[in-house]
């Protein structure tokens, strides 16, 4: 899942991306955000983004965008997990 291409310069060759896996025994409960399946998230079944494993992917291995997105909700619940995962609260 990647939230803002434009979080950095555009001369930076990555960006953060969080992974999403539909294998719940990757999902640490307390960490994970569920994505139920909805149309707008393009979700076949029950998916887990997994912010304990935020990642950096070259940009030029993201060849296509889709539409699918996240509710408000869910982007605000995985900021604050991507946040708590780096031990930026204490």
């Not at 955000?33 to 950096?56: D, E």
């Not at 900021?79 to 609260?89: A, D, F, K, N, P």
């Amino acid at each position: 899942m990647v939230q803002d291409t434009e979080l950095f310069d555009p001369a930076y060759p990555t960006v953060l991306v969080v992974p999403m896996t539909g294998d719940p025994s990757l999902a640490i409960p307390d960490l994970t955000v569920v994505l139920q399946p909805r149309p707008s998230n393009g979700c076949k079944k029950v998916s887990y983004l997994l912010p304990q494993n935020l990642t950096c992917v070259a940009k030029t291995r993201i060849t296509a965008a889709t539409k699918s997105q996240i509710t408000s909700t869910e982007l605000q619940q995985l900021r604050q997990l991507v946040v708590l995962s780096i031990g930026g609260l204490s």
